[in-house]
């Protein structure tokens, strides 16, 4: 019996190796910090999750779980990931609002 936990305790670490890698790698683009922290405030974790009606919490509630067990394994990778998601996210937001504002002083000059 020992050996076949030992064989399956084995089986987890190569998995969560292997798990742990593919968050590393996701997270070292841009595009992947994009789609983690858009998971993230989709799981609701920066709103109240008390709605009023209880089928609304409760659905509201799971999808805050799934979130936060996301940002747990974040944390068990390396707990400096997601504050870095925070200030990445920053630095994303103001590429982007400098981005727009550059094509809208183009679109006025091409409406002109």
Do not use: C, W
């Not at 968050?23 to 008390?50: N, P, S």
């Amino acid at each position: 019996m020992t050996d076949a936990n030992e064989q399956l305790a084995a089986e987890h670490a190569v998995a969560k190796a292997a798990l742990d890698n593919a968050y590393r790698a996701v997270f070292a683009t841009e595009a992947g910090k994009r789609v983690l922290f858009h998971i993230l405030a989709e799981g609701g974790i920066y709103q109240d999750a008390f709605t009023g009606s209880d089928a609304a919490t409760n659905y509201t509630l799971g999808r805050k779980r799934q979130a936060l067990d996301l940002l747990g394994d974040l944390n068990g990778i390396d707990e400096r990931l997601y504050p870095q998601l925070l200030l990445a996210m920053a630095d994303i937001r103001e590429m982007d609002r400098a981005i727009a504002a550059k094509q809208s002083a183009q679109q006025e000059t091409e409406d002109e």
